[in-house]
């Protein structure tokens, strides 16, 4: 059990003894009293108001009685959320700003009086309309907004007639309030909204904000936790914004000595949680997100592509670098960026799911000008499609990128799985140095992903209407388990050595190695021809080998689907 914010009976912070039941890292936990009331309420004065973790990617979103958990401030331990107390509101009436003396009713004045109130505040803008028609810009004087030490929700949707995004594809929020710096200046206004690394309890929320010429990232989050980004737009025009200028970067969650942000989550499931960040300009860092921090998940946002989706927006390096352990990457649009979609460097046990890298989420080609996804400097343990050796679902679909769908560069057991890929430029996967990989007997060489062997795939029968048969034989370490997936590519094989990419996975076999390290299995699927069922269509089918440990191969070279229907269902009765 990892123990988090709990209130309990005696200490289970790593006690001695406890190993096997507490993990290590077991924090912030109490052995006191919670004054809970006869309906199991926290009472007055309990110790278990406002003083739960706020990880929004690890907490329910309401209460046993269905109760919003309120987001910007710390929740109540136990089931029961209490009626919110202790948030200040700030109401932003002016879009003046000036450094030496903020106007009362400006932003940067309501984040100098929140901090100052050691309260969690909540900044809204329902007044601001008044005096700043929309699209109403706060042009920065100068100098990123005050540092946030104390909780706070920036509400861009409080503005009057503002609204999120309710589309699946492309986005047609009403975002009128736009945070913005001017960039001719010199210097350039680096941020708008910074969390210092020693703030490590505060939590930021930020909703219905367009973020507009900035020098570095526009939010950069150095420290705190449960940071919620969404519904903004970073450096991507809307309709209601017009033009926006370029920011060097659009967030950044750090870690450093000094701190982290830990569990921020960028985006949501929701289209009104969507955030789009493109355009961020080599004048900076260049990436669209960028994460150091840990448990990022970043989830349903477009990176380098426009608002409705189809044409670039290109961030000029990678739309998403990650650099920090344990990120979640669900669902993103990635494409339409110049050096490449995702760079994983010297991550640690991402999982890289149902995300299309390279496309529109209609299939339409927007690839980006490098590999859809680089896994680079040691990368360990990361998952791209299907989560783990036994799991089956949610794959990417990755295309039209200008390199290889999947580069492994540098780094160890990075499972690549269930992925649907085709029409990149380069392999499908690709281990080490640009092109195919030879085996070698034993599978005794070394690199990334162990330079896994590749499989051998002698035969591919289409046996009937319901079932194809594969034939597969596979050399590498004695003893081991490996996982073999099978993927279906239509028309010509045109890849470098005759590999192909794999545009759709039929599914999985298992087998085990002998003390030779030979392994030979056949392996019946559901039947690859359903897919396609003209006899002109060439089909080809490929495979990959994945150790037990997560290394996965390049690919087999193609070979023909042969349809062998004949007597499939026996001979016909004599009479």
């Known amino acids: 059990v990892y123990?988090?914010?709990?209130?309990?009976?005696k200490p289970v912070e790593n006690q001695t003894g406890q190993a096997s039941v507490y993990l290590d890292g077991s924090?912030?936990?109490?052995?006191?009293?919670?004054?809970?009331?006869?309906?199991?309420?926290?009472?007055?004065?309990?110790?278990?108001?406002n003083s739960g973790a706020p990880l929004r990617s690890l907490l329910p979103a309401t209460d046993m009685l269905g109760t919003s958990r309120w987001t910007y401030d710390s929740p109540e331990r136990g089931v029961y959320e209490q009626f919110v107390s202790g948030v200040q509101?700030?109401?932003?009436?002016?879009?003046?700003?000036?450094?030496?003396?903020?106007?009362?009713?400006?932003?940067?004045?309501?984040?100098?009086?929140?901090?100052?109130?050691?309260?969690?505040?909540?900044?809204?803008?329902?007044?601001?309309?008044?005096?700043?028609?929309?699209?109403?810009?706060?042009?920065?004087?100068?100098?990123?907004?005050?540092?946030?030490?104390?909780?706070t929700f920036i509400d861009g949707y409080s503005y009057p007639g503002a609204a999120p995004n309710t589309l699946d594809i492309g986005s047609n929020a009403s975002i009128r309030l736009i945070i913005a710096a001017?960039?001719?200046?010199?210097?350039?206004?680096?941020?708008?909204?910074?969390?210092?690394?020693?703030?490590?309890?505060?939590?930021?929320?930020?909703?219905?904000?367009?973020?507009?010429?900035?020098?570095?990232?526009?939010?950069?989050l150095q420290g705190g936790m449960a940071h919620y980004l969404h519904g903004?737009?970073?450096?991507?025009?809307?309709?209601?914004?017009?033009?926006?200028?370029?920011?060097?970067?659009?967030?950044?969650?750090?870690?450093?000595?000094?701190?982290?942000?830990?569990?921020?989550?960028?985006?949501?499931?929701?289209?009104?949680?969507?955030?789009?960040?493109?355009?961020?300009?080599?004048?900076?860092?260049?990436?669209?997100?960028?994460v150091a921090g840990p448990a990022a998940r970043l989830i349903n946002n477009s990176v380098g592509t426009d608002a409705s989706g189809t044409a670039a927006a290109a961030n000029t390096a990678y739309g998403i670098g990650i650099m920090g352990p344990y990120a979640d990457i669900q669902s993103n649009v990635i494409s339409g960026n110049t050096l490449g979609g995702l760079w994983l460097a010297a991550s640690v046990g991402a999982q890289v799911q149902n995300n299309a890298i390279g496309l529109t989420w209609i299939n339409g080609a927007l690839g980006n000008g490098g590999p859809g996804i680089l896994v680079d400097y040691n990368s360990i343990g990361n998952a791209i499609g299907h989560a783990g050796f036994y799991q089956q679902q949610n794959g990417n679909r990755i295309a039209y990128n200008n390199g290889a769908a999947v580069h492994v560069s540098s780094g160890s057991s990075n499972f690549i799985a269930g992925n649907s890929i085709w029409s990149?430029?380069?392999?499908?996967?690709d281990l080490d140095t640009n092109g195919p990989t030879a085996n070698d007997a034993g599978d005794t060489d070394n690199g990334p992903n162990g330079l896994q062997n590749t499989p051998d795939l002698t035969s591919a029968l289409a046996i009937g209407p319901f079932k194809s048969r594969f034939t597969t034989s596979l050399n590498s370490t004695p003893q081991m388990n490996y996982r073999l997936d099978y993927y279906l590519s239509e028309g010509q094989c045109t890849d470098p050595g005759m590999l192909g990419q794999g545009e759709i996975w039929l599914g999985s076999g298992y087998v085990t190695t002998d003390s030779s390290g030979n392994a030979t299995t056949t392996t019946d699927l559901p039947n690859a021809y359903?897919?396609?069922?003209?006899?002109?269509?060439?089909?080809?089918?490929?495979?990959?080998?994945s150790s037990y440990f997560g290394?996965?191969?390049?690919?087999?070279?193609?070979?023909?689907?042969?349809?062998?229907?004949?007597?499939?269902?026996?001979?016909?009765?004599?009479?």
């Open 3 to 9: 123990a988090l914010a709990n209130i309990v009976g």
């Open 27 to 49: 924090r912030d936990n109490l052995a006191i009293d919670p004054l809970l009331t006869a309906t199991y309420h926290p009472g007055a004065g309990s110790p278990a108001l």
């Open 89 to 151: 509101v700030y109401h932003v009436s002016t879009a003046v700003d000036s450094i030496a003396n903020p106007p009362n009713g400006s932003l940067r004045k309501a984040i100098l009086d929140a901090n100052a109130s050691g309260q969690p505040a909540w900044i809204q803008f329902d007044t601001l309309a008044q005096n700043c028609s929309a699209p109403c810009t706060i042009q920065l004087a100068g100098a990123p907004l005050p540092d946030l030490t104390v909780s």
């Open 182 to 220: 001017n960039p001719y200046d010199d210097p350039q206004v680096a941020s708008a909204l910074v969390v210092p690394a020693a703030a490590s309890k505060v939590h930021l929320e930020v909703a219905g904000i367009a973020f507009s010429g900035f020098g570095d990232y526009a939010v950069s």
């Open 232 to 290: 903004n737009t970073f450096g991507v025009a809307l309709p209601s914004t017009g033009p926006l200028f370029a920011n060097g970067g659009g967030v950044a969650i750090n870690s450093t000595l000094a701190g982290s942000a830990t569990g921020v989550q960028v985006g949501g499931v929701l289209p009104a949680e969507a955030n789009l960040i493109g355009n961020a300009s080599g004048t900076g860092p260049g990436f669209g997100i960028a």
């Open 424 to 429: 990149n430029a380069g392999l499908g996967i």
């Open 530 to 545: 359903t897919y396609w069922m003209t006899d002109s269509t060439p089909l080809f089918i490929i495979a990959t080998a």
């Open 551 to 575: 290394d996965t191969s390049e690919s087999t070279t193609c070979l023909p689907l042969t349809k062998d229907f004949l007597f499939v269902n026996g001979f016909d009765p004599v009479y």
